[in-house]
């Protein structure tokens, strides 16, 4: 058995400021520290010919090495090139060997600016897309850790995902997903499958967690009761239902706080006038935010995308001592019903759900409690330490 490998190499999803789970690769990085390894966020690749088209915000990337950044003392963001866009490689066998030749190329850049020699560092990455990073390295360990189900928002599968995932699994160490119906669908293909999860960073947890804070002004002169949702503002959410609620009670308020998808028509759900678009608030002002709300709102559409998840909204919500109702998601089944409730998307059992926890009166305490087990440096701290001591010399 060799030692831990002195780099984990964890290829975003996205660009990297539109990467949700941002968080997490600071709890990877903090946990990874503890083994002996750096964490190098991978920015998705560059390719030649559609960045001019779709990112030309990064064009001047081109004109240089890749660029390397430092976002915290052991986590490292590496935004290099490649050949071709991989959704065109992952059809071509000659392609994705380009890639993989490109990136190889920059992994020898890389290191020599990191001063960290490691011939086989840990690939983790989240979407089988991205699956041909398992063919980087002969002997590299190779982490594929799951956090949706492969379909699309409409819950519909996609036939492209489901050929790559299988494609890959031979390349494939470990499997990890962050909910067991997931782990359920595709563990049972993985030698080596395991449970991870979502979770709040450690500091995020503690500043969402303290009581003192107060309410925005500008969201809590809105009249009582406040029931609130955040994030990004799309299709996924069931508007028709939210609409339904909405009526059905005027003397509630609903309140939407986060940008909205660039294709989705806001004109479109103006009306009843007792839902509300705040706008977009920096995460600094999360804890106001959520006190502003009376209670949390997670009306996502009902199907196999959004029953397969694990939202990291849940936690939030806990964190801030806030009480919440869902749509189907099965692993909110584990939690105290009186805390988080699901409902089927009908707007009078959604409308009965909400009575039922704003009168509510279990302790605020509650929350926090349940978030405080679901931290990402712990979570990662266990699952590397797992890792060390049953595949190398740990």
């Not at 980087?136 to 519909?156: C, I, K, M, P, R």
């Not at 059905?248 to 909205?260: D, H, M, S, Y």
């Not at 199907?303 to 694990?310: D, K, V």
Request: charged fraction near 25%; glycine fraction near 6%.
């Amino acid at each position: 058995m060799s030692l831990f490998p002195k780099i984990i190499l964890l290829f975003s999803t996205v660009d990297w400021p539109l990467f949700m789970r941002r968080k997490m690769a600071y709890g990877l990085a903090e946990a990874a520290a503890d083994q002996g390894g750096t964490v190098v966020v991978v920015n998705r690749p560059l390719c030649p010919f559609s960045t001019i088209i779709k990112k030309p915000e990064r064009m001047s990337e081109f004109y240089d090495k890749p660029k390397l950044d430092k976002l915290d003392k052991n986590l490292f963001l590496f935004s290099p090139r490649y050949f071709i866009h991989d959704d065109i490689s992952n059809n071509f066998e000659f392609l994705e060997k380009m890639n993989l030749h490109c990136l190889r190329k920059a992994y020898g850049y890389l290191t020599h600016q990191l001063g960290i020699e490691e011939r086989a560092p840990i690939v983790w990455y989240h979407h089988p897309h991205q699956g041909y990073v398992t063919r980087l390295f002969s002997d590299s360990f190779n982490v594929f850790e799951l956090y949706d189900n492969l379909t699309g928002y409409d819950g519909n599968e996609r036939e492209w995902a489901n050929r790559l995932e299988r494609k890959y699994r031979p390349h494939v160490s470990m499997f990890m997903a962050t909910s067991p119906k997931l782990l359920e669908k595709y563990g049972q293909y993985y030698p080596n499958a395991r449970l991870s999860g979502n979770c709040l960073d450690r500091e995020t947890y503690e500043r969402l967690s303290k009581q003192h804070v107060q309410g925005l002004p500008e969201l809590t002169r809105i009249p009582s009761p406040r029931i609130g949702y955040t994030g990004i503002i799309s299709k996924r959410l069931d508007w028709n239902l939210i609409r339904k609620i909405a009526e059905q009670k005027p003397e509630w308020n609903f309140l939407f706080v986060g940008n909205t998808q660039s294709n989705f028509n806001l004109r479109e759900i103006r009306d009843p006038k007792n839902i509300h678009f705040p706008g977009y608030y920096d995460h600094s002002l999360m804890p106001a935010v959520l006190r502003s709300f009376d209670l949390g709102f997670m009306p996502y559409l009902d199907n196999n995308f959004f029953r397969y998840s694990n939202p990291l909204k849940f936690y939030e919500f806990a964190a801030a001592g806030l009480r919440s109702v869902s749509s189907n998601m099965e692993i909110l089944n584990m939690f105290p019903p009186e805390f988080v409730k699901i409902v089927p998307n009908q707007s009078d059992k959604w409308v009965s759900a909400l009575e039922e926890m704003l009168n509510s009166n279990i302790a605020k305490e509650t929350g926090p409690q349940i978030a405080s087990e679901y931290i990402w440096e712990d979570m990662y701290g266990d699952i590397l330490g797992k890792i060390n001591s049953e595949f190398f010399n740990g």
